[in-house]
């Protein structure tokens, strides 16, 4: 039902009231529905404790373009949505909190401490989730699944059974990346390398041997010498080859250790002999497998030196420890040299503190069904979207390494393993795993760690309907939207949490099958069918958006002053596929002024005839009968048909980042400024018969747009169906499926309607010569000005009868007072486009003389400013002694300089 469209648009009354129907009527919920084709998107859970950032309003505002043109293209949609709980990040800040009480975790106990996690899950919880609500996130709020669930945790402890009981994961010592900080095991993705600034320590260990005689050493970690258990030095390095098998004196505690030759050890590095600490150290741990090396483990889990150390350093900060290990070298006269040295240090991602390479106890996953998830990629049937993104996934999975999936928390899901109380927890003869435990717990122990986040998260696209149930709701509901459809995410977690969701779908969903699967049972398995891949968000210098430069703009400020559609065009239109979006408010702007500019259109429309008879395409289409379409009418039917072409094609090859740009330039170029404008005399003509064909073109045109826009802009589109007059009385955009260019094509022959391609073209021509004029007119500043006159000189007899029939058009449309059409002109500036030339009359737009005098005095400055800038070119000192940068600068400030000097000639020349 149609109503009156406000004088402004104010996203603040809209936004909200929209996002409040649509959710009490059940818009967004997914729910099977039979005979259709299904489309399916799992959210990438955001941190329970997280707030929205610019990467959320990305990620999500795509996610839900995707979601809505499906419900437009009639199938049945589901947009699962669910947080994460963020293990690490989440214990850390209620240990933080423990802290600030004068406590710990470890003195209240891990019952207590849960409670506190859990209180701090739902005080902080789910924020993120209604701010996603006024972005206009239009998920199925009813299915919100949090990772720590208990149904959802059921299924992370089902698929560690099986994947235990089919040989995956095994528990072994090895050296892992330890933060000091959570005091817990990391992945390789959850450590960051950053560049450090410190010490090169250069010092020398005698030959035991051959007392006076030196060994040196370079080494940036002097707090580890006293876990050293051998030097190494290369094989093949002439320097040392008398001292392999020899030994020498280790400092402090002072030791005999033995001189070992690996060509892990690189001969140009430093001295080229390599001090081994096995316990701290990934190369120094395989070299002292491969040369029986004892491990030595001088740190404590909290970065403390421990009592392997020697009285003199356990129990200090091992940073402290470092300087006072270094001194100590130099006390005792071992120390040779320092020098100042730049390296990459990995840090915690979490708690942002250096991390430890650490020996420890952990629970480990070899990757199940690699081969099966390179050849889902390679063979097409996972798409990744921009292909490039495939190089990086194949990289990674052709260089897989076992993962470390315990971590040392107690906010999580626990492992499902309990030790036999008495027994020796290495002998896997004392384990019991099994989701729901043994069955006379009191005499077992169940393990005190929790799984890597990431390892219940990366179940996600399965888990969240309930598996491994299998009750009818369960297994009907996955035959129905399993796999996924579309996964949206960022590049920066194809390792993370991509690659891993595909081998989870291709090992745990189905029967268990030792065997290579087929390419129908990949394609049956697989998590999602299409991965779209986009860039991070950076401010407009490139550099990473954070709190701490203060270069993160709140997404709720943003979308309190350019509204949350302002916002959602905005980012999109700014964000190239796949690359980095270089964010600022400025380019945001367009959104808001884009929203306006649409309001304005439609309001227009309404003011100019009623619009009570839209409620259906074929009322509109009907209406459409009654006059011959003219020449304008024809261009924009067949502009809004290529644009519908456009837009299915960009959706189709997911071009995303061009959606905005067809719309814009339909919407705003061809239609407001082009259309409306040459449409605005037979509006005012109420009387012509042409009048209301001009009605029905603008309601079918904006009907079109509105549903095209709908997915990136769903509020004021709604808003503006229901002014306009599209829907029923209670009924939504989304309940009228979208024609696609050939259905719509096909509609408008059925009715006789046929858009002439031919006037089309003539249309463009036209447009073009309008350009031609307005451009002519700008170059000599006389843009603004109505009373100019304009001759065209036609290209041949077509064309000229294209003008003449156009000719109040164009002059209306290219400013002109007067347009005469002209066998031949001189000494008139012009322009030539495909149907002839146009030219400006200067007599008529200009005062002659004073813009010679203006073009005069400005060419006399340009060339004293192009000699300046020539002859400090010219000068040595200033080219051989400025930074390179400078130079440049000052040649292309010259170049620039010159073309406009050039430019000011020619038009003086053309008076």
């Not at 209620?94 to 506190?116: C, D, M, P, Y």
């Not at 006390?331 to 991390?355: K, M, Q, T, W």
């Not at 979006?581 to 309404?606: M, P, T, V």
Request: proline share 4%.
């Amino acid at each position: 039902m149609a109503q009156e469209i406000n004088q402004g648009y104010d996203p603040k009354e809209v936004e909200p009231k929209w996002y409040a129907a649509w959710e009490e009527n059940g818009c967004f919920e997914g729910e099977v529905q039979e005979g259709k084709e299904s489309y399916s998107i799992m959210i990438p859970p955001p941190n329970v404790t997280g707030i929205l950032h610019m990467g959320h309003v990305l990620d999500n505002t795509l996610q839900d373009i995707f979601i809505r043109r499906a419900r437009l293209e009639g199938k049945s949609t589901l947009w699962f949505p669910g947080t994460d709980h963020a293990s690490i990040a989440t214990q850390t800040k209620v240990e933080q909190a423990l802290r600030n009480e004068g406590t710990s975790r470890r003195e209240i106990g891990r019952e207590k401490f849960l409670e506190r996690a859990w209180q701090w899950s739902d005080d902080h919880g789910g924020k993120i989730l209604n701010q996603l609500r006024k972005l206009g996130a239009s998920c199925d709020w009813r299915r919100t699944t949090f990772t720590m669930d208990e149904s959802y945790e059921r299924s992370v402890r089902a698929a560690f059974v099986k994947l235990y009981e089919r040989g995956y994961i095994y528990r072994g010592k090895r050296l892992v990346n330890w933060c000091p900080s959570s005091q817990t095991a990391l992945s390789n993705e959850e450590v960051i390398m950053k560049p450090q600034k410190g010490k090169f320590w250069k010092m020398r260990y005698e030959i035991v041997e051959e007392p006076g005689r030196y060994l040196e050493i370079s080494t940036t970690r002097p707090e580890t010498i006293m876990g050293d258990t051998a030097v190494a030095v290369h094989p093949d390095d002439e320097r040392y080859k008398d001292l392999v098998g020899k030994h020498v004196w280790r400092p402090f505690p002072r030791e005999e250790i033995p001189i070992v030759a690996d060509h892990a050890v690189e001969k140009d590095f430093g001295t080229g002999a390599l001090k081994v600490t096995p316990a701290h150290d990934q190369v120094d741990f395989d070299i002292g497998k491969r040369h029986d090396l004892p491990l030595i483990d001088v740190m404590n889990p909290d970065g403390t030196l421990s009592e392997a150390a020697g009285e003199e350093f356990a129990g200090m900060e091992r940073f402290a420890a470092r300087k006072a290990a270094a001194k100590k070298l130099e006390e005792i006269g071992a120390l040779v040299d320092v020098e100042d040295y730049e390296n990459n240090v990995g840090f915690s991602e979490r708690a942002d503190v250096p991390i430890e390479p650490r020996l420890s106890e952990q629970w480990y996953l070899k990757y199940p069904k690699v081969e099966e998830a390179k050849a889902a990629v390679e063979k097409g049937i996972i798409k990744f979207h921009p292909k490039r993104w495939e190089k990086v996934y194949l990289h990674w999975l052709n260089n897989i390494q076992d993962w470390c999936i315990s971590r040392q928390l107690w906010w999580g899901q626990r492992i499902p393993v309990w030790y036999k109380k008495g027994g020796d927890r290495t002998d896997p003869a004392n384990w019991h795993v099994s989701v729901d435990g043994p069955s006379d717990p009191e005499n077992w122990e169940q393990d005190d760690d929790a799984l890597d986040t990431w390892a219940s998260s990366y179940l996600w696209p399965f888990a969240t309907f309930g598996w491994p149930n299998t009750d009818e709701k369960t297994l009907k509901e996955l035959a129905h939207f399993y796999p996924t459809s579309t996964l949206v995410t960022g590049f920066d977690i194809i390792f993370f949490w991509v690659a891993r969701m595909i081998m989870a779908g291709l090992e745990l969903y189905g029967e268990d099958k030792k065997e290579a699967l087929t390419d129908d049972e990949i394609a049956a398995r697989i998590p999602f069918k299409d991965i779209f891949i986009h860039g991070l968000i950076r401010d407009s210098k490139g550099r990473k958006m954070s709190k701490t430069l203060g270069n993160s703009p709140d997404p709720l400020d943003l979308i309190e002053k350019f509204g949350a559609d302002g916002l959602r065009f905005g980012i999109i239109n700014i964000a190239p596929s796949g690359s980095d979006i270089l964010f600022s408010e400025e380019r945001i702007e367009i959104g808001r002024n884009f929203c306006n500019k649409l309001w304005n259109a439609c309001r227009f429309r309404q003011m100019n005839g009623a619009v009570d008879s839209n409620a259906s395409l074929d009322s509109i289409i009907d209406r459409l009968k009654a006059s011959p379409l003219d020449g304008y009418s024809n261009w924009i039917l067949n502009r809004m048909i290529e644009t519908m072409r456009e837009i299915e094609g960009q959706f189709a090859k997911f071009e995303l980042h061009q959606l905005t740009h067809s719309l814009y330039n339909f919407v705003w170029g061809d239609f407001c400024d082009w259309y409306v404008e040459a449409s605005k005399a037979l509006l005012q003509k109420k009387d012509d018969p042409r009048h209301d064909m001009a009605l029905a073109v603008s309601d079918l045109v904006i009907r079109q747009a509105l549903q095209l826009l709908n997915p990136i802009m769903p509020h004021i589109t709604e808003e503006l169906w229901h002014a306009m007059g599209y829907c029923e009385e209670g009924a939504y955009i989304q309940d009228t499926q979208l024609a696609t260019a050939d259905e719509l094509s096909a509609k408008l022959a059925e009715a006789g309607i046929k858009v002439d391609a031919a006037a089309a073209a003539n249309v463009e021509q036209v447009k073009e010569l309008i350009s031609k004029a307005r451009a002519v007119k700008a170059e000599y500043n006389v843009a603004s000005k109505r009373d100019v006159t304009l001759f065209v000189t036609a290209a041949d007899d077509a064309s000229a009868t294209v003008v003449s029939e156009n000719l109040d058009t164009i002059k209306k449309l290219a400013g002109a007072a007067t347009i005469e059409l002209k066998d031949s002109v001189d000494g008139c500036p012009g322009s030539v486009g495909a149907l002839g030339t146009v030219y400006l009359d200067l007599s008529s737009a200009i005062d002659v003389e004073a813009e010679k005098e203006r073009l005069s005095k400005e060419l006399e400055k340009l060339n004293k400013q192009v000699a300046a800038g020539e002859g400090k070119l010219k000068n040595p000192k200033f080219v051989d002694k400025a930074p390179a940068n400078v130079v440049e600068g000052a040649r292309k400030q010259l170049a620039e300089t010159q073309a406009k000097r050039d430019e000011i000639a020619r038009l003086l020349e053309s008076l």
